[in-house]
């Protein structure tokens, strides 16, 4: 059975910091963040607006994670991604919200299902919780997303806009 969606510092950074955290619910109403990940936020202090969520959030919980597995392991990913996937692995069907592209392609390769914070803004645009996703994501780049033009305009395509 699948487990509550493991989310990474890089998608929480970048919503917290566009003030559009809640885009993550569209995941689940509660998402783990694995302790590793919350390590790694909390180091940024705490007036960083992604500490002051994880902290003030409780739909945000931090979790243990077993230990990396080799297989995971021989991605050589950062901490953070690797524990998001850890704790996915661990958890067969559990979806890693990540955005670092060799992080997607370690899910991709294990079978774990994977989305980043441009899944995060099309899906919220799908189900009409945002009237728009141009904004949200420009908004994103603003607050450090990185995200080619070619990209936004695909993704766009893909919601109409």
């Known amino acids: 059975m699948a487990e509550r969606p493991a989310v990474n510092a890089s998608p929480l950074f970048l919503l917290a910091r566009g003030e559009r955290l809640e885009l993550l619910r569209v995941a689940a109403d509660v998402l783990a963040v694995p302790a590793a990940v919350a390590e790694e936020l909390r180091r940024r202090g705490p007036a960083d607006p992604a500490v002051r969520a994880l902290n003030e959030t409780p739909w945000l919980a931090v ?4 230990p990396v597995p080799l297989v995971i392991q021989a991605w050589d990913l950062g901490e953070g991604e690797s524990a998001v996937l850890t704790w996915a692995y661990a958890h067969p ?3 890693a919200i990540i955005d670092d592209l060799a992080g997607r392609r370690c899910a991709d390769a294990l079978g774990i299902p994977v989305r980043g914070t441009l899944g995060l803004v099309i899906t919220a645009r799908r ?7 141009r904004p949200v994501l420009e908004e994103l780049r603003l607050a450090g997303m990185y995200l080619s033009d070619a ?7 893909m919601v109409g806009e």
Do not use: D
């Open 127 to 133: 189900r009409g919780l945002i009237p728009a996703a």
């Open 151 to 157: 990209v936004l305009n695909r993704a766009l395509v």
């Open 63 to 66: 979790v243990p994670t077993p």
């Open 93 to 95: 069907g559990t979806e």
